[in-house]
């Protein structure tokens, strides 16, 4: 069992939820930052009590989580928890959307600015790749500001640097608009920190296959939107709806979104107590010494890139769902050639994508049963599931992916030889096999990894875009220089390929994962402190009783 129960400190209830899922990365959960909202000691405190309240040498009183549970995102009703994570699916999906819908534009821009197509592909290749970069930038803000207002900050600025793309005077100008808005993109870096936010370590498993869900959702919808705009818009209107778009989701954020970072919640809650007239509560975020200071920030940064580089299980299942999603983007320029020999118009070609859209929805659903099960039995027995159970299903769902682009593949002769519901229908097992894989290479990372899962899935996001972005230039020479006669056939075969190789990993850690993951120093560190502990842990029958006002014995 890879996840901690809230543990009893000697004064207050710990709760740590980021521990697990908290988004990159974050102050509360990396081992080496300042815990801002978790129970544990502050070095000034001493051992007298007020009230049951830890007294500090100051003489300051410390708000904790227990003291104030019900009012943290933990305690939010169901409804309320969805409805925040469905605005925040939009937002998501607004994201990711910008990094697909310009596919559409390349050709308008290549005839407009008389450039080439491979020259107006690099609007496409910057975006993504600073988008790998942003969304780890943002990460350690989200924590010391809070995730509503650098979430705001980031829809505004992504805002912005749309309108420069809509008037641009000359290509360059896209170009560099198209940079600064996909580095101010925050992506997941936030969201899957407000899973955290809201709900117990134990019970993450359906929020992050829903913002899974909107991450590869997002890239899928622009393409089929896109056939409309390049067919009856201008490109400038490419931007306007992307700026739109955000705009909308923007708005629906700002009024539907409270704040739900912990330790946010708890100074805000210590300012309305003093003003109630209790002078003497002060929040963690008040308390402490200092903010990040530039040295914590770079190190946090650092931390994902030297756990994909040091660590095999982050290493090659990040590398797998890079690739995995970059064939995403490589369809994008694929998918016209091959049905473009049915007499696909630019609109067919991207409802085409509602194929893999469809992959999507099968591989979203088909997680239900077994996250219901791990959830039946973690109830029962907590240390019964080791974190390589994250990848049962993955077993059977990754050999889809190379099924799917040997089919694609041969089955892109065009007609007479075959009907064009073919390659749609191995392009579904593709979309299968993409959605899977990003959501279980994410599962199995948070549980095995703990307090460090935010540095390990960073890595994930980052091989993700970055390969997608690398994957926005290479695709269509790929298709137009080799096969020769089979220009459309051999190219999704060598991918096929490559796919057979990538997945190879997943079942090397499957069955080898717990002798790996005791040569991490990453994962050693965490049983040692999964060890300490261990003693004094709250039973799952106890958690009801968090929400008021508590003191442990």
């Not at 995102?73 to 699916?89: M, N």
């Not at 739900?260 to 308390?287: F, H, M, V, Y």
């Not at 790996?516 to 842990?537: N, P, V």
Request: hydrophobic share 45%; proline share 6%; net charge negative.
């Amino acid at each position: 069992m890879s996840k901690l129960l809230p543990a009893p400190s000697n004064s207050t209830i710990e709760r740590d939820p980021e521990a697990i899922v908290a988004s990159p990365y974050s102050s509360s959960q990396e081992p080496s930052s300042e815990n801002s909202s978790k129970g544990s000691k502050d070095p000034r405190e001493s051992d007298e009590k007020d009230d049951g309240k830890p007294l500090r040498s100051d003489g300051k009183i410390e708000l904790m989580d227990a003291d104030c549970y019900e009012k943290l995102g933990f305690s939010y009703s169901d409804r309320k928890k969805w409805t925040i994570l469905s605005v925040i699916f939009v937002v998501q999906c607004s994201m990711n959307f910008n990094t697909s819908v310009y596919a559409n534009a390349i050709a308008p821009l290549s005839d407009y600015f008389n450039i080439s197509l491979q020259v107006a592909r690099i609007g496409q290749m910057i975006f993504l790749i600073a988008y790998a970069f942003g969304s780890e930038l943002w990460a350690p803000w989200s924590e010391e500001l809070g995730r509503w207002p650098v979430l705001q900050m980031s829809l505004l600025l992504v805002n912005i640097w749309q309108i420069p793309c809509a008037l641009a005077p000359n290509f360059a100008t896209v170009v560099v608009g198209r940079f600064l808005a996909g580095l101010f993109s925050a992506g997941g870096s936030v969201t899957l920190g407000m899973v955290a936010d809201m709900w117990e370590p134990d019970d993450q498993q359906y929020a992050v296959a829903f913002i899974v869900f909107s991450s590869v959702g997002g890239s899928v919808i622009g393409p089929i939107a896109g056939g409309y705009i390049q067919t009856y818009l201008h490109w400038r209107w490419n931007f306007w709806i992307q700026l739109i778009f955000g705009g909308v989701v923007q708005v629906m954020h700002f009024f539907l979104v409270p704040e739900t970072r912990s330790a946010i919640i708890l100074d805000k809650e210590a300012q309305r107590r003093r003003k109630a007239g209790e002078s003497n509560i002060w929040g963690p975020g008040e308390l402490k010494q200092h903010r990040l200071s530039m040295k914590e920030i770079l190190v946090i940064w650092a931390r994902p890139f030297e756990m994909f580089v040091r660590e095999p299980i982050v290493l090659w299942l990040s590398l797998l769902s890079g690739f995995s999603d970059a064939l995403i983007f490589t369809f994008l320029d694929s998918f016209q050639p091959v049905f473009e020999q049915w007499g696909f118009s630019t609109i067919e070609i991207g409802l085409a994508f509602c194929s893999i859209l469809v992959g999507y929805f099968i591989a979203y659903f088909s997680f239900f049963p077994f996250i219901r099960r791990h959830c039946a039995i973690r109830s029962s027995e907590p240390h019964a599931l080791q974190p390589e159970a994250r990848l049962y299903w993955l077993l059977y769902t990754a050999p889809l992916e190379a099924i799917g682009l040997f089919g694609f593949a041969w089955t892109s002769l065009g007609p007479p030889h075959v009907h064009w519901i073919a390659p749609m229908i191995f392009s579904s097992l593709i979309g299968i096999a993409n959605y899977c894989i990003y959501m279980a290479t994410i599962d199995y990372m948070i549980a095995s990894y703990g307090p460090y899962s935010a540095s390990a899935t960073g890595g994930n996001a980052l091989a993700r875009d970055f390969l997608a972005g690398v994957a926005a230039l290479y695709a269509t020479p790929f298709y137009e220089h080799i096969g020769g006669r089979y220009h459309l056939e051999w190219p999704t075969t060598i991918l096929g390929c490559l796919a057979l190789l990538v997945t190879i990993p997943i079942y090397i850690f499957y069955w080898n994962g717990p002798a790996i993951r005791e040569r991490s120093k990453f994962a050693q560190t965490l049983a040692s402190d999964r060890a300490a502990r261990e003693e004094g842990r709250v039973a799952p029958g106890q958690k009801a009783s968090l929400a008021g006002h508590l003191e442990a014995n």
